[in-house]
């Protein structure tokens, strides 16, 4: 029962950096990008509805975020920038 609970403990841990980390990294993007009405960037949700059923699309955004093709070049980790891109493309 012990190592049960270190292990939800654990999880749940994680997902709470996780989210954190999203969110922190959301905040930056919101300069350029709202959730519902274009900005100087497209809003999520008319990102997430463009790249809907894409297995691919959290990689491919990424990439252009970090090369700067299509998107100008975001510095960040990768663990920062897949939860920026899955936290936009989850939008609705």
């Given amino acids: ?3 049960i ?3 939800v403990a654990v999880v749940g841990s994680l997902a ?9 990294a959301t905040k930056k993007c919101m300069g350029c990008h709202d959730m519902d009405k274009k900005k100087v ?8 509805k463009k790249y809907k059923g894409n297995n691919e699309a959290s990689g491919m955004v990424i990439a252009k975020m970090k090369d700067g093709k ?3 070049k975001v510095a960040g980790t990768d663990a920062e ?4 891109v899955d936290a936009a493309l989850a939008a609705k």
Avoid: S
């Fill in 1 to 3: 029962m012990k190592k």
């Fill in 5 to 7: 609970l270190i292990a």
């Fill in 16 to 24: 709470g950096a996780y989210v954190a980390q999203a969110q922190d």
């Fill in 41 to 48: 960037g497209p809003a999520f949700k008319d990102v997430a």
């Fill in 70 to 72: 299509g998107h100008p």
């Fill in 81 to 84: 920038l897949k939860a920026a």
